[in-house]
């Protein structure tokens, strides 16, 4: 079991706990719209569920299959919620300094929080098009 500290430093257990959270139940699904792959799910899923930030349902199936659906427990939720509004703070704090056309800064705050792009772009905290443009602005587009 890995500790919530690691936990806490990883983009892609955010964005699978995102997954659930918008309805994703099944690790297809969150594969799919996580881009991760599927043996990468079931590993950060079987995390959450040790850590009782996501609680694995089984259910019968049509032929008598099991059918494992997954739901975001109330503890998942809300560590979800604050690390939002972190990220949210931060993609502001990236606008802000954006829009001061300080290049060595924006570059320094990317260089920095680099492994949370992909969250946020993920969660609809930043824009894909101030994305595009700041990437297009440092001269990396």
Same mark, same amino acid.
């Given at each position: 079991m890995s500790s919530p500290k690691r936990f806490n430093e990883s983009p892609?257990?955010?964005?699978?706990?995102?997954?659930?959270?918008?309805?994703m139940k099944k690790i297809d699904s969150i594969s799919? #719209?996580?881009?991760? /792959?599927?043996?990468?799910?079931?590993?950060? #899923?079987?995390?959450?569920?040790?850590?009782?930030?996501?609680?694995r349902n089984e259910k019968k199936g049509f032929f008598g299959n099991k059918k494992i659906e997954l739901d975001i427990a109330d503890t998942g939720m809300k560590i979800l919620n604050t690390k939002k509004?972190?990220? /949210?703070?931060?993609s502001d704090r990236l606008q802000q300094l954006y829009e001061t056309g300080d290049?060595?800064?924006?570059?320094?705050f990317m260089d920095s929080?680099?492994?949370?792009?992909?969250?946020?772009?993920?969660?609809g905290i930043m824009n894909m098009m101030f994305f595009a443009s700041m990437?297009?602005?440092m001269g990396m587009a």
């Open positions: 892609n257990h955010f964005m699978v706990l995102d997954a659930v959270a918008r309805g799919k #719209v996580t881009k991760l /792959s599927k043996d990468e799910v079931q590993l950060i #899923v079987n995390d959450l569920v040790n850590q009782k930030i996501l609680i509004q972190e990220l /949210s703070e931060k290049k060595s800064q924006v570059q320094s929080n680099r492994m949370w792009i992909p969250m946020m772009l993920f969660s990437m297009s602005f």
